[in-house]
């Protein structure tokens, strides 16, 4: 299987060891809009080749991994539209899906049966190709969302793909997904950047920061991520993100009346809920 | 030098091991409302003696740690201020300064100038004392907040204490140290808490959850901490804690808007403000 990966970044980076420690593919050529980062990836060892264009790089490939910021996704959909064999399959990393899964359907016509969307919840708050880690995916679940038109048989190479990374591959609707990961990754993401942009914003941010403790380093930790990866994000699932921000915000001041009334009862009673989920996560992650 | 340790969850019990672990002491004594944990210390060796009550402890002691959550110390207190030998001192180990400083002033009398409040910045959202850590405060900070009244020699054996156990200690005043904390600490537990309740009171809590990935992890796991502890840290500090809640909504709900303008550009230097800061910390934790 030839296969070309656009975008060589954390997550298109790992994808490209995976196969290469898995012997999954027979090529790796690799696209990124910056030249030096493809280089560096045949110096690591995980491409092959650097093509000169995305529309270069997806002919001739069995399967195009798509792994650049959602909202790049549109152009690049187009520059490969028309390059693609008959039998190539398209998938994407993107983190948001009813956008990706919309441009894919506009940008590929009837190739779009052979798109496959799928989102690897994997990857970290420090990006780029020297991060690559062949078990990036392993036990990680990968969710692919596809629509009405997907070829089974292209759905099912992909999700091969993603098993073989050592990946459990959950299949969903693209909305739900999208709805789901507003909650559980899309807001705290925010929440993170906002409480971070706040104290930086502050003048005396460098005195506060030097008295966080380990629990604001692991809380804020996802604040290092990407701008303007989690700026395409937000965008591209801007209803069910504002959604979960004006509920966060309800909660948030419902318990500010609890501190102000001093309502002691009920901040318990909440923290409590709020613990005892978390340590349940804890333990459903043991095995327990 | 004979201690007493008021409270052997991870706070009092890890400064009951560091000061074995440094020949500190030349006794521990120790008291818990809950006299089975007080006999969990003995047989773990950090222990010599469990008192039958608060006052029965403080006797003799030449240092008295508090080590309870805040809501607690009042009452605390007003049970040992009669049984102080005159050359004792008590410190506390409390989250919040303001509020226990107040306090210690009404319960101790002449006694209050050898109260020496202090606040090592380390511990754990998973508590008690099976996770007693010699090391808890190693390279952390501790902030102590003495009052006009405090005895200098007092102040001067408390910090030697926590230098001792390998802390560094910050001197600042109580209502600096409740301001700088409420927004480095007490707001990311709330909002930790917050996310957490709120999908935890979700239908699909579950299903929401299995799709988290390591990025929510980091940021959630302080909402496993005690919700106890953490009520009364909120009601202690609810001033500038409603405070930060209330400027954080209003982030909030300005990234809220740019998210439904589809304004990409104010939200990527929103983030990227964020990302540099968070990255610049984790440059000077490495000591770049």
Chains 1, 2 share one sequence.
């Not at 995976?18 to 027979?26: K, N, P, S, T, V």
């Not at 030249?35 to 060892?45: S, Y």
């Not at 459990?168 to 693209?174: P, S, T």
Request: include cysteine; charge should be neutral; charged fraction near 20%.
């Amino acid at each position: 299987m030839k296969v070309t990966i656009l975008g060589c970044g954390l997550m298109g980076a790992s994808l490209a060891a995976c196969l290469r420690a898995r012997g999954l593919a027979r090529a790796v050529v690799g696209y990124d809009l910056d030249p030096q980062v493809c280089a560096r990836g045949i110096a690591a060892g995980l491409l092959d080749e650097c093509a000169a264009s995305a529309a270069q790089a997806a002919r001739q490939a069995d399967l195009v991994a798509l792994a650049v910021p959602v909202g790049s996704m549109p152009e690049l959909l187009a520059q490969i539209a028309g390059e693609l064999g008959p039998s190539a399959i398209v998938m994407d990393l993107g983190s948001t899906k009813a956008d990706v899964v919309a441009a894919a359907r506009r940008a590929l016509g009837p190739a779009f049966a052979r798109f496959v969307p799928s989102h690897p919840i994997a990857g970290g708050e420090r990006a780029g190709l020297e991060r690559a880690d062949a078990g990036l995916f392993e036990g990680r679940t990968v969710v692919t969302t596809p629509a009405d038109e997907t070829a089974a048989d292209a759905l099912a190479r992909v999700e091969q793909l993603w098993r073989a990374c050592g990946a459990r591959v959950e299949r969903m609707q693209a909305d739900e997904h999208d709805r789901v990961l507003a909650s559980v990754s899309h807001l705290p993401h925010v929440l993170a950047f906002a409480l971070m942009g706040q104290i930086a914003g502050e003048q005396d941010a460098q005195r506060k920061l030097s008295l966080a403790g380990p629990g604001f380093r692991d809380f804020s930790r996802i604040a290092a991520s990407s701008p303007p990866m989690w700026r395409d994000i937000a965008l591209a699932n801007r209803d069910a993100l504002g959604q979960e921000l004006r509920a966060f915000v309800a909660t948030l001041q419902r318990i500010g009346q609890a501190v102000s009334a001093g309502d002691g009862t009920w901040l318990q009673q909440f923290f409590q809920r709020a613990s005892d989920a978390r340590r349940r996560m804890d333990g459903r992650e043991r095995g327990e």
